[in-house]
Nanobody, 125 residues
Framework: QVQLVESGGGLVQAGGSLRLSCAAS????????MGWFRQVPGEEREFVAA????????YYGSSAQGRFTISRDNAKNTVYLQVMSLNPEDTAVYLC??????????????????WGQGTQVTVSS
């Protein structure tokens, strides 16, 4: 069983930035592809970014292109999401997800076996 714990969310003004972290335990971290999604109440969960097991390749959703950067440190069992140039539309719960089944991760939430509880990001105008 894999446990995922997100941190780093908070309240930020429009134009600001945050670095979200997701610490994993319970399985060899380098065997997991990782992803970030975000969820607004009443809306579908949205793919933000994914990264391969080695960290060599990253993939982004359309809302994240050019503003967000996903990275990982396999020695620290942690995946990061650097979010910049935030706007109020980025307000959401950001969730970390893991899968051992796909090297590259996926934009499909159904590809992920493990999920964290999420960290709230609120952007004020």
């Amino acid at each position: 069983q894999v446990q995922l714990v997100e941190s780093g969310g908070g309240l930020v003004q429009a134009g600001g930035s945050l670095r979200l972290s997701c610490a994993a335990s319970g399985r060899t971290f380098s065997s997991l592809a990782m992803g970030w999604f975000r969820q607004v109440p009443g809306e579908e969960r949205e793919f933000v970014a994914a990264i391969t097991r080695s960290g060599g390749t990253a993939y982004y959703g359309s809302s994240a292109q050019g503003r967000f950067t996903i990275s990982r440190d396999n020695a620290k069992n942690t995946v990061y999401l650097q979010v910049m140039s935030l706007n109020p539309e980025d307000t959401a719960v950001y969730l970390c997800a893991a899968t051992p089944s796909y090297n590259s991760g996926s934009s499909d939430q159904n590809a992920y076996d493990y999920w964290g509880q999420g960290t709230q990001v609120t952007v004020s105008s």
